[in-house]
C-alpha cells in the first residue's frame, strides 16, 4: 500500500522558514514525480513544486520561485520542501503527491500538513 506521509509544519512569523518533509512508503518511487501542492482556506487547491525523483529536475511555481525549495534525499527516501521569507499568503495546508513520470495525474497524496504564517 502506498502511503505518503507529511510532516513538519507549523506556525511561524512572516519572514521566517520552515521545512517540510513526505516520507514516501509501499512501492518504489524512482521512476515518478514528487510534488507539493497547497490549499489555503477558501481557495482551490495549487500546484507549489515538484520533482523528478530520478535526476532531481525541479519546476515551481512563480509565486514561491526563489524563495522555496524542493528536494530529494535517496538515503533517506525522503522529499522536503524549504521555504523561506515566508509570507501570510503562504498559509495553507500542503500536500504531498506522487505520479508516474509518464502519466500526467498525481494518483498518491499525503494527509497534509498546516502550514500558517503569522503577520
Known amino acids: 500500500q502506498v502511503q505518503l506521509v507529511e510532516s513538519g509544519g507549523g506556525l511561524v512569523q512572516a519572514g521566517g522558514s520552515l521545512r517540510l518533509s513526505c516520507a514516501p512508503s509501499?512501492?518504489?518511487?524512482?521512476?515518478?514525480?514528487m510534488a507539493w501542492f497547497r490549499r489555503a482556506p477558501g481557495k482551490e487547491r495549487e500546484f507549489v513544486a515538484r520533482i523528478y525523483w530520478s535526476g532531481g529536475s525541479t519546476y515551481y511555481a512563480d509565486s514561491v520561485k526563489g524563495r522555496f525549495t524542493i528536494s530529494r534525499d535517496n538515503a533517506e527516501n525522503t522529499v522536503y520542501l524549504q521555504m523561506s521569507s515566508l509570507k501570510p499568503e503562504d498559509t495553507a495546508v500542503y500536500y504531498c503527491?506522487?505520479?508516474?513520470?509518464?502519466?500526467?495525474?498525481?494518483?498518491?497524496w499525503g494527509q497534509g500538513t498546516q502550514v500558517t504564517v503569522s503577520s
Open positions: 509501499g512501492r518504489t518511487f524512482s521512476p515518478y514525480v
Open positions: 503527491a506522487a505520479r508516474h513520470r509518464a502519466s500526467a495525474e498525481y494518483d498518491y
